[in-house]
C-alpha cells in the first residue's frame, strides 16, 4: 500500500509544471565604445584648455567618477565621452570643444599613431588622401562600433563620413573637427575642415588642403 501511494505521489509530482522559464536578461551592451586611452587623450586635453574643472562640475555622478578615473576600466561606452563633450559645449561652446579635439589628438593620440604614420608618409610623400584613406584602420585603437569612410575628391580635396550606430550628440561633430584639422596639421598642409548636416548618426567633413 505505501508503495502504492508513494508511486501515486511521484506521478503527481511530475505532472506537475514546472518553474517559468528564467529570462535572459537584456541586453546591456552599449551601442559603440571608446578606449580608455582615448578618453585620457581628451580629458588631458580638456586640462590644457583650462576647462577641466568647469566641466567636471557640470557632470553627472558616473560621469565625474569616470573623469576622475579614466582608466577604471579599458573601454567606456560612448556615451561617456559623449556627455563629458557635451558638457564642455554647454559651458564653454563649440569653438572650446573643436579646440580639444585638437589638443587631444596633437599630444596623445596623434603620438599613438606617428609610427605608422611616418612610415606612410615616406612611401606616399605626406599625400593627406593616402593619410585620410587609413582613418579607419587608425581608429580601431580608441573607438569600436564607429565606421569612418573616406571618399577622395578631385585634387587637393575629400570627404570623410564617421557613422555611429546611434544618434549623438551635436557637439561631437566639433570634436571631430578639430582632430581632423590636427592631421592637416601633423602632415605640414594648410586647409580647412567643413562639417555638413547628414543625420543624427551621421557626421560628415569635406576636407580641403594646399
Given at each position: 500500500?505505501?508503495?502504492?501511494?508513494?508511486?501515486?505521489?511521484?506521478?503527481?509530482?511530475?505532472?506537475?509544471?514546472?518553474?517559468?522559464?528564467?529570462?535572459?536578461?537584456?541586453?546591456?551592451?552599449?551601442?559603440?565604445?571608446?578606449?580608455?586611452?582615448?578618453?585620457?587623450?581628451?580629458?588631458?586635453?580638456?586640462?590644457?584648455?583650462?576647462?577641466?574643472?568647469?566641466?567636471?562640475?557640470?557632470?553627472?555622478?558616473?560621469?565625474?567618477?569616470?573623469?576622475?578615473?579614466?582608466?577604471?576600466?579599458?573601454?567606456?561606452?560612448?556615451?561617456?565621452?559623449?556627455?563629458?563633450?557635451?558638457?564642455?559645449?554647454?559651458?564653454?561652446?563649440?569653438?572650446?570643444?573643436?579646440?580639444?579635439?585638437?589638443?587631444?589628438?596633437?599630444?596623445?593620440?596623434g603620438p599613438l599613431v606617428m609610427p605608422?604614420?611616418?612610415?606612410?608618409?615616406?612611401?606616399?610623400?605626406?599625400?593627406?588622401?593616402?593619410?585620410?584613406?587609413?582613418?579607419?584602420?587608425?581608429?580601431?585603437?580608441?573607438?569600436?562600433?564607429?565606421?569612418?569612410?573616406?571618399?577622395?575628391?578631385?585634387?587637393?580635396?575629400?570627404?570623410?563620413?564617421?557613422?555611429?550606430?546611434?544618434?549623438?550628440?551635436?557637439?561631437?561633430?566639433?570634436?571631430?573637427?578639430?582632430?581632423?584639422?590636427?592631421?592637416?596639421?601633423?602632415?605640414?598642409?594648410?586647409?580647412?575642415?567643413?562639417?555638413?548636416?547628414?543625420?543624427?548618426?551621421?557626421?560628415?567633413?569635406?576636407?580641403?588642403?594646399?
Amino acid at each position: 500500500m505505501w508503495v502504492h501511494l508513494v508511486r501515486i505521489a511521484v506521478s503527481f509530482l511530475w505532472a506537475m509544471p514546472g518553474p517559468p522559464p528564467r529570462m535572459r536578461p537584456m541586453s546591456t551592451a552599449p551601442s559603440y565604445e571608446v578606449s580608455a586611452t582615448y578618453l585620457d587623450a581628451n580629458l588631458k586635453a580638456l586640462r590644457e584648455a583650462g576647462h577641466f574643472d568647469s566641466v567636471l562640475a557640470a557632470l553627472s555622478p558616473e560621469l565625474k567618477a569616470a573623469a576622475q578615473s579614466p582608466y577604471g576600466q579599458s573601454w567606456w561606452p560612448g556615451k561617456v565621452n559623449e556627455g563629458i563633450v557635451a558638457a564642455l559645449c554647454a559651458v564653454h561652446g563649440e569653438q572650446a570643444v573643436e579646440q580639444v579635439g585638437f589638443l587631444s589628438v596633437q599630444r596623445s593620440i596623434g603620438p599613438l599613431v606617428m609610427p605608422f604614420l611616418r612610415v606612410l608618409i615616406a612611401v606616399t610623400g605626406a599625400d593627406p588622401k593616402s593619410v585620410f584613406s587609413k582613418l579607419g584602420q587608425f581608429s580601431t585603437s580608441s573607438t569600436r562600433g564607429v565606421s569612418i569612410d573616406w571618399k577622395p575628391g578631385e585634387g587637393t580635396r575629400g570627404e570623410i563620413t564617421v557613422t555611429y550606430p546611434t544618434p549623438v550628440d551635436p557637439a561631437v561633430k566639433a570634436l571631430w573637427r578639430g582632430g581632423l584639422r590636427c592631421g592637416l596639421t601633423m602632415l605640414k598642409r594648410e586647409g580647412r575642415v567643413d562639417d555638413q548636416h547628414v543625420d543624427a548618426r551621421t557626421l560628415r567633413y569635406q576636407i580641403v588642403w594646399q
